[in-house]
C-alpha cells in the first residue's frame, strides 16, 4: 500500500532497473486493464532529436492565450518530478501523483507476471498520464512529447489529432540507429494514418525516408522550408524576430522572447501545427492570439539568464545539435563577449564532438560531473579537451563558483550547459 508522496516516487524509480525495453505491447496491455483512457484525449503527438520541449511549450501558450485548457506530458523535469505531467504548465500536485501510483500500481505488477515482462519506469510514467488525462483531469487538448524513440516509444498508443517531427540528429544512436535514415525510420514510426504530419527535418536522407512513410500512411506533410517558410528573420536585443509564411496565410514581424535561430524553427513548426488545427475547426484561434503566445513562451533551462553579475546563462544543450544551437545563439547575441563555459554530459552522448565545438568559443572550459548513473566524471571530459584553458572540479557547485569568481569584467559570461538533468541541479543551485 502507496500512502506517501516518498513511497510512490521510489515505487516510479525502482522501475530504471528494468532500463529500456522497445516495443508496445506491455503498454497496450495494461491500458486495456485501465479501460483504454488513452482514447479519451484529444493529443498532438511530437517527436525529434531537439526543440521537442520548445515546440510544445510554444503550442501550449498559443493555446492557452485563446482560453483552452492545455495538458502536456514531457521529460526529463528541470525543477519537479510533476512537472512532466502539467495543466497549463502547472505540475499535477504530490497528493495526485500519490493517488495515481496507487491506481496503477496493481496493473504494473500484473504484467510482469505475465510473458510480456516488468514496465520500465517510462512505460510507467506514461501509464499515470493516460490515465490522468483519460479519467480524472479533463482539458481540451494535450500535448504528448516521446521519449527517445517514437516507433517503439510507449506514447505511440496514441490516437493524434497532429503528429510533429521536429529534427533529426545522431543522438540514441545504439538504440535508434547508427545512421540518419535509420533514426529517421524510428522517429516517423508516430506517423498514423491519415493524419497530418508536421516537420522541419532538413537532411534530404531523413527527410526522404519520413516523406516516404508518410505516404505510405496518406499522411498529409507539411515541410518547413517547402509548404511554410520563415522570412525577414532578425535578431534582436531581447529576442528573436520573423515572418512566417504558410498556406493559411502570412504572419508577420512574430516576437519570440526566447533566443536562437533554432527557436524561431520551433516556433515555426508550433505555429504551422495551431494554423493546421484552426483550418481543421479543431480550434478557434486568432492571429493575435497566436503572436501573443509566441512572444510569451518561456521554457527553463533554455538559454535562461540567471544573473546578471556576471552575466550566467544556463542551457540544456545535452547533445551535439543542441551545442550547436547554443553556439549558433551565443554568435548572434553575445558575439562580442569572453565565454567561460562550464560543462558536464551523459556518457550516452557524442562527448568528443560537444567538447570540440565548445573549444572553438571559449575563453576557458571548466569540465565536472554530478550524480547520476550514466554521467561523465569531469576527468573524463577534461582529457577529451586540448583547450589551453581548460580546467576540472569533480563538485559541480565548486566549479560554478570557481568560475563565477574568476570573471571580473562586463565584457565576460558564464555559460553552463550539457544534460538537462545537470541543468536542473544547476537551476536550483543557482535560483537559491
Not at 545535452?318 to 547554443?326: P, Q, R, T, V
Not at 560537444?354 to 575563453?363: F, G, H, K, W, Y
Not at 568560475?403 to 562586463?410: A, L, P, Q, Y
Request: hydrophobic share 40%; with cysteine; aromatic share 10%.
Amino acid at each position: 500500500m502507496i500512502t506517501t508522496y516518498e513511497e510512490a516516487l521510489n515505487w516510479i524509480h525502482k522501475r530504471l532497473r528494468f532500463g529500456i525495453k522497445p516495443g508496445l505491447e506491455r503498454m497496450k496491455w495494461m491500458l486495456e486493464q485501465l479501460d483504454h483512457p488513452e482514447q479519451n484525449i484529444k493529443a498532438i503527438h511530437v517527436a525529434g532529436t531537439n526543440g521537442k520541449g520548445s515546440t510544445v511549450a510554444y503550442m501550449r501558450y498559443m493555446l492557452q492565450e485563446a482560453g483552452y485548457q492545455v495538458g502536456t506530458f514531457t521529460s526529463p523535469y528541470i525543477e519537479t518530478f510533476n512537472e512532466r505531467i502539467s495543466v497549463n504548465g502547472v505540475p499535477i500536485t504530490d497528493e495526485e501523483m500519490t493517488n495515481l501510483v496507487q491506481e496503477v500500481k496493481g496493473v504494473v505488477e500484473r504484467v510482469e507476471q505475465t510473458s510480456l515482462g516488468a514496465a520500465t519506469e517510462f512505460e510507467v510514467i506514461t501509464l499515470i498520464f493516460f490515465l490522468y488525462f483519460g479519467y480524472h483531469k479533463k482539458v481540451d487538448y494535450v500535448l504528448v512529447e516521446t521519449g527517445l524513440g517514437g516507433r517503439y516509444d510507449s506514447t505511440n498508443v496514441v490516437q493524434p489529432l497532429l503528429t510533429i517531427i521536429t529534427n533529426i540528429g545522431f543522438d540514441h544512436m545504439g538504440i535508434l540507429g547508427e545512421t540518419v535514415e535509420e533514426i529517421a525510420a524510428e522517429k516517423a514510426g508516430i506517423i498514423k494514418e491519415r493524419i497530418p504530419l508536421i516537420t522541419a527535418v532538413e537532411q534530404a536522407e531523413a527527410l526522404n525516408v519520413i516523406e516516404r512513410i508518410a505516404y505510405d500512411q496518406q499522411a498529409e506533410i507539411s515541410v518547413l522550408g517547402q509548404e511554410f517558410q520563415i522570412e525577414q528573420y532578425e535578431s534582436v536585443e531581447d529576442g528573436e524576430c520573423f515572418t512566417l509564411l504558410t498556406p493559411f496565410g502570412t504572419l508577420p514581424s512574430l516576437k519570440l522572447s526566447m533566443f536562437g535561430y533554432h527557436q524561431v524553427k520551433n516556433a515555426s513548426i508550433a505555429t504551422m501545427a495551431i494554423q493546421s488545427l484552426r483550418q481543421a475547426n479543431e480550434v478557434i484561434i486568432s492571429d493575435e492570439q497566436i503572436a501573443k503566445g509566441l512572444e510569451t513562451t518561456k521554457w527553463i533551462g533554455r538559454f535562461e539568464t540567471m544573473s546578471q553579475h556576471p552575466l550566467t546563462i544556463i542551457d540544456g544543450a545535452h547533445n551535439a545539435e543542441g551545442i550547436d544551437s547554443l553556439l549558433s545563439t551565443l554568435r548572434l547575441h553575445y558575439e562580442q563577449k569572453r565565454i567561460h563555459f562550464v560543462f558536464s554530459c551523459l556518457n550516452d552522448k557524442n562527448a568528443q564532438q560537444m567538447v570540440n565545438d565548445l573549444e572553438a568559443m571559449a575563453s576557458t572550459i571548466t569540465f565536472t560531473s554530478f550524480e547520476f548513473p550514466r554521467a561523465y566524471s569531469g576527468q573524463e571530459l577534461y582529457e577529451l579537451s586540448e583547450h589551453p584553458r581548460k580546467h576540472v572540479n569533480e563538485q559541480w557547485k565548486e566549479a560554478v563558483i570557481e568560475v563565477k569568481n574568476r570573471i571580473k569584467s562586463e565584457n565576460e559570461m558564464l555559460v553552463i550547459t550539457g544534460s538537462l538533468y545537470f541543468i536542473s541541479e544547476v537551476r536550483s543551485f543557482l535560483l537559491s
